[in-house]
């Protein structure tokens, strides 16, 4: 069983019998259209979530008017998005401006490919997952820098530069905080760095040894700084630029880089899931003879991590000030960097003299002995 | 002096209403079922996303922000601020107008997308109010731009501004998106 | 305050330096527009009134002031100084060498006065827009009703009796 | 610190405002920028200038106390005591000692709330929007205490020329002190929220240094003046209101952030005035003397021929009055001195080599208002 995609490929050709690559197509396509709406729904969702989460913080309620408890907000918000003008200003570039919500979009969005929600429901296990993850994310960058350029206004690409340099920086610690867990495992795919833990804490990579420990909470913060959260929000520092890169985008281009965002928050913290706690790993005594039952049980447990996560961001989120962008950069290259060296150093230490065990059965070892 | 041309005596303005009512009559004829269902259906969600504009000009200002505070959360009916004019609905025009800053506002309406609304917070944007007497004072921001709500009140309670943005939802929903108006400045 | 003033007289005697006693309130001292930055750097440096408490423009019957409130943190005391300029040729020393903060002071008593202040870096309306016409404060000023094109009129006629309106 | 470089032609020209988030009203800068890095900064004011000292000379003595109001509204009652405190002195009146206790509260009462929304709005400019619908909240609650008062929750047109226009109820003592107390718990709050927050204090330390000779040369005043490190506070130094009746300290800024005199500490220092506010008004409940509230006047007011500038300590500094009276019901001039005012002229001096993030923390801590500057 590779992924659902071959599985619905291999049904198509038994029940219609069409040519290979058509079928392929046919059933890739289906599936990218399906994940794809999966995330507009979990982006949409999200901004709904993010102003409850928010109100329930600040003593307010947060929107409740549209359907129960106003979970249909973002339907209203989407509707009205869409029926806006879609304004483009007059000394705009206009290809680029109009280019850079999709590039951010799918930037986002393709991420999505390599992320398993459970043992099977993964559109492509890709042997160089981590990498496609991290490079492929940084497409977004391209996205706002391009936007905030093409806007041709001063406070787009002051937000703009910002964002380059915050993204591009943070790539490094990220990566770098990555590369202890790939080490462990000795493989880039997403599937073999779960199955590398297990379901209980003490199996996840997280407990596994002082470097990826600390190396969590670096991909945590280089993560949320990639996605240009709080208190990493100097791109769109409300106020100090207006609205950063995308000050004058509206309507419809406005709503991609909005989903862009709120999509990015569901693939960091799936990334952080999947990397440190253990992915959608369930106990044993969870497995059942139902192939589907056990699928949806990977998949409420990965949804369920996930949104602690995603919580968590949100949290941060409506807490922290900001900082300021060189603090921001210092951050970076004079904190993180040589730290996640340090974890990728410990890590690399604790692989070698204890052939990959972890820290707590190495503990466990040596009380039993 | 002579009268404003855009105030409209109560004669004149019912008229206008039945006009208005004759008119809409005819278009439920005439518009297919379809159309209209859709209408209401988009309506309803424009209604319930009116961003407004993080700006204020003067004492209502001080309300406006408590307005969107813990006690009145206007986010309750989906409104929520936006620092841009682009990413707006609705600009609230929140205290005193000056004839310096009349132009600016102007500009900032201009650049909102359509479909747009305004309200006029407070009696300083409605009419001058207080700052009547003075010489550097707007009398009624709705000789710069038009005004669908006035919400009156020297500044206007928090409770007030909600009931302004509430009519202004009715006001969304009775609208016809599908079959286009002109809107008349 | 009036022996201040003595002292001011015996420190400048060339200066005219007048002792202004009134029914109710503060007392003031009108000083020589000639004198005036001598005067104040002198009661500044010398007589340690350290802060400008406020700087402004005035009219009276036949002349525009610019005023001036000191105040010595030493001896907490509080002098009042006054110039006075004639109404078509308003010309004073600044002194916002002395103070910077008084050069805002200054483009306001300008702007709203017309009082021309010699020396000023940067003499520009600062309430107005630039295109404005006239100098509000003064008691003769009529209120625009047009501005550029934004037509300012008033609904209904206005009752209070020092409105005067351009038709 | 970043060297500044005149007539490069590298650099560019950012229009800020008057329609910019962290103006809060409408203000205007031209900034003059290298990258993040400003050189100039020019402002441009009087976006809200309402002509409030014409009206003053075309109104009666009474009919202006609402203008007072609007001069700045978040401290309206500072500037309705002002005014009347002004008036009175032209015309020699003596208030009643209640009044005069009211007076006081109603002043203590109002700059707790104008220093809740400024640290709230520094909270919001260095980007943490929590903070200020915090402080939104409980500015409420005494935003309710005014309504008891007066009817009004923003401009409430509460003193009048010797007295006060109503008095103030037992059981609304009680609800004060309720509320004080409550607010006393908030203020904890606040500090674990953002005072000791670690980003919050990097981002103000050693920001926007004003030192003490600086300050006075700019005629800064009341809490930036004190954050510079000055003792000098009105309310104690020249005492009006019986204010010589309270024991209370002078926050003055301490540098324990950074440099003396920094954002930080003008930031800190008015917390500290909230905990003396607090303070003073807990004494003034406690011996709120009996009697009237009025004094006895002539039906229509007509000071004598004179002048005369009265200055109180408003929260966001000396609001002096200088009234000119010519004899008739109406004044000849009404000159308002605001500390805004006096303190957007220092953002040029401070504001070059800063980055634009540090302008807009740097224009919070000095606590602008729109209306007090342009009036």
């Not at chain 1, 000030?321 to 890590?347: A, G, H, N």
């Not at chain 4, 229009?15 to 205007?28: A, E, F, K, Q």
């Not at chain 4, 020699?92 to 109002?110: F, K």
């Not at chain 4, 980007?127 to 205490?145: C, Q, S």
């Amino acid at each position: 069983m590779n992924n659902i995609a071959i599985t619905l490929h291999n049904f198509i050709i038994e029940n219609f019998g069409i040519d290979i690559n058509l079928s392929l197509a046919i059933s890739y396509f289906l599936i990218a259209l399906i994940f794809w709406s999966f995330l507009g729904v979990i982006g949409g969702l999200l901004t709904f979530l993010e102003r409850r989460v928010a109100g329930r913080i600040q003593s307010r309620i947060g929107p409740n008017r549209v359907g129960p408890q106003g979970i249909f907000q973002m339907l209203a918000d989407g509707i009205k998005l869409v029926l806006k003008e879609d304004l483009i200003p007059a000394l705009a570039d206009k290809p680029l401006f109009r280019m850079a919500p999709y590039l951010c979009v799918i930037g986002v969005f393709s991420a999505l490919v390599v992320i398993p929600f459970s043992s099977d429901i993964v559109v492509a296990d890709l042997n160089v997952g981590v990498l496609y993850a991290l490079a492929i994310t940084t497409m977004v960058v391209m996205g706002i820098l391009m936007g905030s350029w093409a806007s041709n206004n001063k406070w787009s690409l002051l937000g703009g530069l910002r964002s380059a340099a915050q993204i591009v920086s943070y790539e490094i610690p990220a990566a770098l905080s990555v590369l202890s867990i790939v080490l462990i495992t000795g493989s880039l795919s997403m599937q073999d760095i779960i199955r590398a833990q297990g379901a209980w804490p003490h199996q996840w990579f997280f407990f596994h040894n002082p470097g990826t420990f600390v190396a969590f909470f670096i991909f945590f913060t280089s993560a949320l700084a990639e996605n240009n959260r709080v208190p990493f929000d100097i791109p769109e520092a409300e106020s100090e630029l207006v609205a950063g890169y995308n000050t004058e985008y509206s309507g419809m281009r406005f709503s991609f880089f909005f989903l862009a965002e709120f999509a990015n928050v569901f693939i960091i913290s799936s990334l952080a899931v999947i990397f440190f706690f253990g992915g959608w790993q369930i106990p044993h005594f969870l497995i059942s003879e139902n192939h589907i039952i056990t699928n949806i049980i990977m998949i409420a447990n990965f949804l369920f991590k996930t949104f602690v996560f995603i919580f968590i961001v949100l949290w941060l989120r409506w807490t922290l000030p900001r900082l300021r962008v060189d603090q921001l950069m210092t951050m970076c290259w004079k904190y993180l960097i040589p730290i996640s060296f340090i974890c990728l150093c410990i890590t690399a230490s604790f692989v070698l003299f204890f052939g990959g065990k972890s820290m707590i059965a190495v503990f466990i070892g040596r009380i039993t002995q | 002096m002579e009268k404003r041309d855009h105030i409209e005596t109560r004669e004149e303005y019912r008229t206008k209403e039945n006009e208005v009512q004759e008119w809409s009559a005819y278009q439920k004829l005439s518009d297919n079922v379809l159309f209209t269902s859709l209408d209401k259906i988009l309506n309803l969600g424009r209604a319930n996303s009116l961003w407004y504009l993080l700006f204020g000009t003067a004492c209502c200002a001080i309300e406006l922000m408590q307005t969107g505070g813990p006690r009145a959360d206007l986010d309750r009916f989906g409104s929520v601020f936006r620092p841009t004019p682009r990413q707006c609905d609705l600009i609230i025009i929140a205290g005193t107008v000056t004839l310096k800053m009349a132009s600016r506002i102007k500009i900032l309406y201009d650049q909102m997308p359509e479909p747009k609304y305004v309200i006029s917070m407070g009696s300083c944007a409605n009419c001058g109010g207080l700052f009547d007497l003075g010489y550097s004072v707007l009398r009624g921001i709705d000789k710069v731009i038009p005004v669908d709500v006035y919400v009156p009140g020297c500044p206007p309670r928090p409770e007030a501004l909600t009931e302004g943005l509430l009519v202004l939802q009715q006001k969304v929903k009775n609208e016809k998106f599908l079959v286009k108006e002109k809107k008349s400045i | 305050m009036e022996t201040l003033h003595t002292r001011l007289q015996e420190k400048f005697p060339n200066a005219q330096v007048t002792f202004a006693n009134l029914e109710a309130g503060d007392h003031y001292i009108i000083v020589d527009t000639a004198h005036l930055h001598s005067i104040i750097s002198y009661l500044k440096i010398d007589e340690h009134y350290t802060i400008l408490m406020c700087l402004s423009g005035a009219e009276d019957s036949e002349f525009l002031q610019s005023v001036y409130h000191l105040f010595s943190e030493s001896s907490r005391k509080k002098v009042t100084l006054k110039v006075r300029l004639p109404k078509d040729n308003p010309e004073v020393e600044t002194i916002g060498d002395l103070w910077p903060g008084a050069y805002f002071f200054e483009r306001e008593a300008y702007d709203l006065f017309g009082i021309i202040y010699k020396n000023h870096p940067d003499l520009r309306r600062i309430m107005l827009p630039e295109d404005w016409i006239g100098h509000p404060l003064r008691k003769n000023y009529i209120d625009p009703i047009q501005y550029q094109d934004i037509n300012n009129e008033r609904a209904y006629p206005c009752d209070v009796p020092n409105v005067t309106e351009k038709k | 610190m970043y060297e500044l470089e005149k007539n490069n032609d590298n650099t560019m020209t950012l229009n800020m405002g008057p329609h910019h988030p962290s103006t809060h009203g409408v203000l205007r800068f031209i900034l003059e920028m290298d990258g993040e890095i400003i050189l100039s900064v020019k402002p441009d004011v009087g976006y809200l200038h309402r002509s409030i000292e014409k009206i003053g000379e075309r109104v009666t003595y009474p009919a202006f106390m609402p203008y007072t109001d609007r001069v700045d509204y978040v401290a309206a009652a500072n500037c309705n005591v002002g005014y009347a405190l002004a008036v009175e002195k032209l015309m020699g009146i003596e208030t009643p000692e209640r009044a005069q206790y009211l007076r006081v509260i109603v002043s203590e009462l109002n700059r707790i709330i104008s220093h809740l929304l400024m640290t709230g709005v520094l909270a919001m400019d260095l980007g943490a929007y929590t903070p200020f619908l915090h402080a939104v909240r409980e500015r409420e609650k005494i935003n309710d205490i005014f309504e008891i008062l007066c009817g009004a929750r923003l401009t409430y047109n509460l003193a009048t020329i010797g007295g006060m226009p109503f008095d103030i109820k037992e059981t609304t003592i009680r609800k004060c002190l309720e509320i004080l107390e409550g607010l006393k718990k908030f203020l904890k709050e606040f500090d674990d929220l953002v005072t000791n927050n670690a980003i919050f204090i990097s981002r103000l330390a050693n920001i926007g240094v004003i030192d003490k000779e600086t300050a006075k040369a700019f005629m800064l005043s009341g809490p930036n003046l004190r954050a510079a490190g000055a003792h000098w506070d009105l309310r104690k130094n020249e005492t009006y209101f019986l204010y010589d009746r309270f024991k209370f300290d002078i926050a003055v800024g301490s540098g324990k952030a950074g440099t003396l005199g920094d954002s930080y500490d003008r930031f800190s220092v008015r917390m500290k005035e909230i905990e003396t506010s607090i303070s003073i008004l807990e004494q003034a409940f406690k011996s709120l003397p009996s009697g009237e509230v009025q004094a006895k006047l002539p039906k229509t007011l007509k000071p004598p021929k004179g002048e005369v500038y009265v200055r109180t300590e408003s929260a966001r500094g000396e609001l002096g009055y200088y009234i000119i009276s010519d004899g008739t019901a109406k004044a000849s001039r009404i000159k308002i001195r605001t500390g805004s005012f006096a303190a957007i002229s220092i953002l040029d001096k401070i504001g070059r080599g800063l980055m634009l993030s540090d302008l807009v923390a740097f224009m919070a801590s000095l606590d602008l208002i729109a209306p007090e500057i342009d009036r």
